[in-house]
Every structure is written in structure tokens, then in C-alpha cells.
């Protein structure tokens, strides 16, 4: 009997909670939702036989502090190519058009200005909620979004048996607004806008005072293998009925003219939102027409995020500093009097290099226009030349480097000055040991910017190579860091040495080598010695490395410290070769082959083939030439390749003959890098 009224309580409340934070419309008073939540809870505490992990009474959080544990996403979470005016909304419909050659719906949907999570459904409960972290990995916080009342932890009727979903998670204006009176009456710092809110209060480590935050979330995609749909907005809409919380916010649009229209609207309608926005996001709809438009190196060609036009606010110019990064570029910041802008405190502003400030004919004192460009990155943009009155010197930029006092030098063709003195410059210096040590790279926690900065000082740093000489007392005796966290950094620094070839070329902070790149040049070179090794022409004949990489590798295998820093990384145990895996991966089948591929197929989508065409030797292009190999042709080939390889007598190649080619008509296993099956 007492497990009946139980479980009808706790279906009651669920519902509760679902009218109140999902639909809007509650049918009772808080008070009486508090006097039965109430109820669940004694009734719980006096038969703890009948726990449940996903009663409504679990939703306070706990007290109790714990770590993160990092999850591997199944499906990597991407970011998408942004787009800041309607032509190049009209240029991403254009590529969709033609990458597909056939008709298509686009789906409309605001952009939310949150924290990006994902969350596995099993059997109907909440198993698992998992941060967007560095697109491949986050970090496990399920305990903290269990007390967010619009996630459902149980699902209501004909859901899948197992599927993600993802959406953003929210600090709603009026808790945000609260937030801060509370934390400016305890003369604690302030959030600067509700995103940076949500993300940190997502990251605590005490999920009671999660609760106590009052954070919302919005679901966008779903994604699995037995979904309700085959389109994205009938998924959505399924979603809904399941209990999850979607925007009404959403509209399928089957031309342009209605995509323009859902802009417009919600351009000025979004500030009536109880929620910070800062775009729109627009998705091709069919699932099987993402698939075969596939991915760039970091977003997809199905979807793109429109960007509303930047506030501006007007105030005062009262000095400018100059910032060395990682790669010796100097970049101008403007010092400005505080102003609001887009729901942040600015207080300084890029002003990018020598020309953009010689272009704004700057002086101190000046009254200059302030705009974030796509909200993100505060810029100045104009001087209010008719408030110029009292004002001070003209804004020269500087002719030495800050930090080293260098002359600063101007590669032909770049826009930035840089300091030369790589190996002597404190930033540049500090700059490459935390790119070394950084998620994507080797991966060593314990070693943020702080700490880095405090072990230069102690003379305990002076390269990355130095990162493997750590000692755990001189760690231990520093300020800050102690026994245990001194314990900590050197399991990481062992644990690093574990990271794969092509991860380890992107940390070493070769300009221009970023992920893709070193992916790239781990896959042709297979180790070190060989790319060290690498002359200008075998470095060019790779995909996509053109001149401005090749000299910029060459030059750091022609510095001798660089030489020295890496035999000591080999000494270490640091992997310097490609996996046996992946080298298994790799055939000659293609070599010497340019190959373009047009249209779509059934077996795999057409980044997927990219990457067989690369692992078995040839190279991807993007036109027709003599010089093509051939096609790789699916359905709806476009028509003006189709044309041209007959004119140049251009073989064309169908799927399954491609298949029988490389693999005797087997299926091909895929390093997919984290693109098949990514949603956003």
C-alpha cells in the first residue's frame, strides 16, 4: 500500500514539474507542489527500501563535493561555421542546393546563448549528462543536471529504447539579475553574463547550490540509431511529447525568402525572451541529406549559425596596452571606461594590429564606438570624432616587443608584428608550455596558466620539455599546489606520455599546425625523424599543406633548440610514431591518384570516403582537370563535373567499383576524426 502511494506521488509530481517547467501552465500552487513534495519526502525517509535515484525528491542536490570524471562522446560535439549577414545565409543555401542536386527543407530554430550538454536516455531515465568539453570528451556532471527542473529524469510514452539529445543549458535573465544583487550584497564578484553563469554553476562542485540556481534548458537534436523520424523537426517534436523542454521558437522553411522572414521576426522579437539568444541556427531537415553532405574539418555543411548584428555601445578611450601571444604576435587592447554591452561589463577592447589603429586615427581620450563582433569578442569600430574636444597624444604603435624589449618584426603579407625572440620572450615561452599541456594537446591537468606562470618564476620551467623534469617536493613546497596536487601533475605528465603522434605534433606549437594539419602530417610521415626530415616538396605534395605550413615546419626543424627539446621528448617516452593501428589503416591502393568525389552515397557519406582516399594514398580535390584520376560518382553527381569529365575524357568511378578498388568489395573500417553520426 505505503509503495503505491509512493510511486503515485512521485508520478504526480513529475507531471507537476513537466506543466510547470516545460509547458508553462501549472494547474497548482507552488505551495501546494511544496506540500506534496513534502509528503514524498517523509514518506521516503521512513522506507528507504523504496529509494528511487530519479524521484522528484532528488532534484535538491547534494552536498556532498565531487570531481568530474571525463566521458568520451559517441558522437563528437562540433561547433558550426558561423554566418553574419543574410548573403552568406544565401551562399550556405546555395552549397546545400548544389551539394545535394535535389529538394530540401531547412529547419529554423533560435540560437541559445548557454552551456552545450548531452544526455543518454535509457529505457526511459536520465543515465548520463556530459559537457561539450573539447568536442571529443566532457566531463560527467548528471548529478547537477538531475536538479534541473525542465530535464526530465523519466520519459513519458514511445520513446527509443537508448538515444542522446542535446540542447543548451540556461541562466534565465531574472535568475541572473538575482544572482548578482545577492553577490554584490555579499561583495562577491559579478557574473558577466548569463552564459558564464550557467557554464560555471554547471561545473560546481556542490549540486545543492546547482539547485538553488534555478538553471533552465532548451533540447535541440537528437540522435541514435532507432530515432522517431527520419528529419530533424519531427524528431523534435517527438522529443516534446516524451516530456522534453523544445522551443516553440522552431519553423521548417522550404525557401529562402522564409528563412529571411524568421530572421527578421526574431531579430527584434528575441529581446522580449526570458533567456539570453545571440542567433539562428538553420539545419538541413532530412537526416539521410546531412549524412551525405557531411562535414569540413570542424563543422557540418548541412547546418550554419546566423549571428545577430552587434550591439554598440559609446565610451572612452583611456589608454592602450599591448598583449604578446604564444606565437610572438603582438596585439593593441584598448583600455576603455566601463560600459554594458549585450549583457557584459566591457572594459577592453582588440584593436587587432598597427593598421586597423592607424585606420581610427586614435587619441587618448577619444569617445569611440564599441561593438562585439558575433557577441563574442569586444572591438572598436569608429571615434565619435564630433566629442573631440580635450584629448591626448595620437595612438602610435610600438616599434618593440613589451615583454623583451625584441624589435619587432612585419612578415610580408600579415597584417601583425611579431616578436622574433621565441626562445627568450616570457609570454611566448609561457604561451607554448600551456598549449603543450592543453586538452587537445597533451592533455596534463594541473598545469593552467597560474601555475605555469609560477613555475618560470621559480626557474623550475623554461621549455616543455621541462614539464617531464618535474620533481614532486619542489612542487610540493611552492604556494598553491602542495603534496597531493604535486602527486597529481606528474601521474598526468606520465599519463601524457600516452598520447598519440598526431596529438603530440599539434602540441609542439609549430605555427599554423593546428589539429587537422598535424593529423595530416602524422598520417604522410608516420614519425618524427621522417618529418624532421621532410624537404619543401614532400611537404606540399599533402593535401591542404601549402607554402606558408611548409616553411613555417621546415623553420622549426632548422632551430637546433627545438632539435634539442624533442630528443629529450623522445628520451621521456613520448609517443613519436604513428600507432600500429593506424598505420594498418593506411594502403598504397591510391597512390599518385587525384581524385574528386560528386553526389551521394548509400555505403558512406563523402567525408568518410575523404578520409579512405587519404588513408589509402591519393589525394581529394575539389574541380575537374586533366590532372584528375577520376570521379568517385554517387546519385545526383553534379551535372557541370559530369560535363566537364567527359570533355577531358575523365574516368568515372561508381561507388561499389570504388569499394571493389581499395578494399576487394568489402566494407572499409573509417577514422571518421569525429564527424559520421555528430550532431549539434
Known sequence: MIKEQIESLRRELEQHNYNYYVLSAPVISDFEFDSKLKQL?????????????????????????????????IYPMLSLSNSYSEGEVQEFYERVRKGLNENFELVCELKYDGTSISMTYENGVLVRAVTRGDGEKGDDVTANVKTIRSIPLRLHRNFPDKFEIRGEILLPWAVFDELNKEREAQEEPLFANPRNAASGTLKMQNSSVVASRKLDAYLYYMLGENLPAD????????????????????????????????????????????????????????????KNLGFTAKSPRWAIAYKFQSEKAVTRLNSVTYQVGRTGAVTPVANLDPVQLSGTTVKRATLHNADVMEALDLHIGDMVFVEKGGEIIPKITAVDLDARLLIGDKVKFIKNCPECGATLIRYEGEAAHYCPNENACPPQIKGKMEHFVSRKAMNIDGLGSETIHLLYENDLLKNIADIYELKVPDLARLERLGNKSAQNIKISCEKSKEVPFERVIFALGIRFVGETVAKKLAIAFKNIDTLEKATYEELTAVGEIGDRIAQSVLSYFSDKQNIDILERLKSYG??????????????????????????????????????IIEQHGGKNTGSVSAKTSFILAGENMGPEKLKKAENLGVRIVNEAEFLLMINGGKDVKVEKNGFAGTLF
Open 41 to 73: 519526502q517523509e514518506f521516503e525517509k521512513a522506507h528507504p527500501e523504496f529509494f528511487d535515484p530519479h524521484s522528484p525528491t532528488q532534484r535538491v542536490g547534494s552536498d556532498i563535493a565531487s570531481g568530474f570524471e571525463q566521458i568520451a562522446h
Open 574 to 611: 613520448i609517443q613519436m610514431s604513428l600507432s600500429e593501428d593506424k598505420m594498418k589503416v593506411s594502403g598504397d591502393t591510391l597512390n599518385g591518384m587525384t581524385i574528386v568525389i560528386s553526389g551521394t552515397f548509400e555505403h558512406h557519406s563523402r567525408d568518410e570516403y575523404k578520409t
Open 231 to 290: 528529419n530533424h523537426y519531427d524528431n523534435l517534436q517527438a522529443a516534446h511529447s516524451f516530456g522534453f523542454k523544445i522551443s516553440d521558437a522552431t519553423k521548417v522553411c522550404k525557401t529562402l525568402k522564409e528563412v529571411s522572414e524568421f530572421i527578421n521576426f526574431w531579430d527584434t522579437e528575441r529581446k522580449n525572451l526570458p533567456v539570453a539568444t545571440d542567433g539562428i541556427v538553420i539545419k538541413v531537415n532530412s537526416l539521410n541529406q546531412q
